[in-house]
């Protein structure tokens, strides 16, 4: 059994102080003051701002709500608990391996196979399908909001070739992904393909048959489950419904931190659309831990460029990402560390059964 442990070491710590110290360079460079940030955050309303983070637990509930209605339609008995600590679990791993766009959804799909004998597959389809869904619902939010600022004449320059660019990419990537999801052979020979790359680097030292015989029956069952789902129209209207919900919840989170430091000009609008952005470019694998650093100098410029004043956009920027990185970090931690007392527990338990 692989062990869960987490252990902490100096670049784990060493990291996040780089990228903390790369975004308070980047508000000093905009003349942020650092004082008036801190006289904002002072008089914080806390009730509101609470009230934000419970909204963060509810857009993790209901992600994996529509995680929980793509599993059990595959008949992969997982229950809602475990679905929601393999979530947050997910979630840690998000934030800690520099692969967000990947590490995660694959943390998911190993524990449910740990779970289960023979659900690789079906578990990779479920996570493929939502990220589908997620993808969809992103494009789709990039494009209102865009609508809606060009409505309000908020829209132009950098702003406006940042989200063609992003909608151009991500609907490349969907293009590319249904493919890969509907071409059997495709996927057969990336499998292939890279078993034998794997052999030749490590000079023959790698026997990989029974392996690649593996991959191989999970990438057939992942296909079946694929197209077990395009006959299956209920359970997508009901996964991509609380993947909706998520989302706004999501979206909600941006605009409660604006309302608990009482300011209101911020349109949604505009969150629409920064929040897309931040998602898209935030899940780009970059190499950085815990990803402090570029996230918050992205997310400030983008409330900069919607006309939100510089010591506000900062503000909320250390407001969002304590409740988006850092409360959940701490909460996928905790889940990290419960699925490992558990891990460690089965043993002992199925010898005292026996």
């Known amino acids: 059994m692989v062990s869960m442990k987490f252990k902490v070491t100096w670049k784990t710590i060493l990291m996040p102080v780089v990228g903390l110290i790369a975004f308070f360079i980047y508000i000093y460079i905009f003349n942020v003051d650092i004082l008036q940030i801190i006289t904002i ?3 914080i309303d806390l009730s509101i701002y609470s009230l934000a983070a419970i909204v963060v637990l509810l857009d993790t509930l209901f992600f994996t709500l529509a995680w929980y209605s793509l599993l059990r339609f595959l008949s992969v008995k997982l229950s809602m608990t475990k679905s929601l600590l393999f ?20 943390s998911k799909i190993y524990l449910v196979a740990r779970e289960q004998d023979g659900t690789t597959g079906k578990a990779t389809a479920s996570v493929v399908a939502q990220r589908l869904i997620g993808m969809s619902i992103n494009i789709v939010t990039l494009f209102v909001g865009a609508v809606f600022l060009l409505m309000e ?11 063609l660019i992003l909608v151009t990419l991500t609907f490349f990537f969907l293009l590319l992904l249904l493919l890969l999801c509907i071409k059997e052979n495709w996927t057969l020979r990336i499998v292939d393909v890279i078993i034998r790359f794997a052999e030749r680097a490590t000079r023959g030292r790698w026997k990989l048959n029974n392996f690649r015989g593996d991959v191989v029956d999970a990438a057939r069952a992942f296909h079946g489950a694929m197209r077990e789902y395009g006959h299956a129209p209920k359970t997508l209207f009901v996964a991509s419904s609380f993947s909706i919900i998520s989302w706004t919840l999501a979206l909600t989170v941006f605009y409660v931190s604006f309302l608990s430091i009482g300011y209101t000009s911020i349109s949604w609008s505009a969150i629409l659309v920064i929040c897309s952005i931040f998602t898209a470019i935030k899940s780009i694998p970059l190499g950085i831990p815990f990803e402090v650093g570029l996230p918050e100098i992205t997310l400030t410029t983008l409330f ?39 891990a460690m527990a089965e043993p002992t338990n199925k010898s005292d059964e026996a």
């Not at 004449?153 to 989200?163: E, S, T, V």
């Not at 503000?315 to 889940?335: C, E, H, K, N, P």
């Open 41 to 43: 955050v002072k008089g």
């Open 153 to 163: 004449r908020q829209l132009f320059g950098i702003m406006l070739n940042l989200i």
């Open 87 to 106: 979530v947050w679990f997910g979630t840690f791993m998000d934030i800690l391996i520099p692969a967000e766009s990947i590490s995660g959804e694959i």
């Open 304 to 342: 900069i460029l919607v006309g939100v004043p510089p010591q506000t956009s900062a503000t909320v920027t250390i407001l969002v990402r304590i409740l988006t990185l850092w409360f959940r970090f701490f909460v996928g931690f905790a889940a990290q560390q419960w699925l490992g007392i558990k």
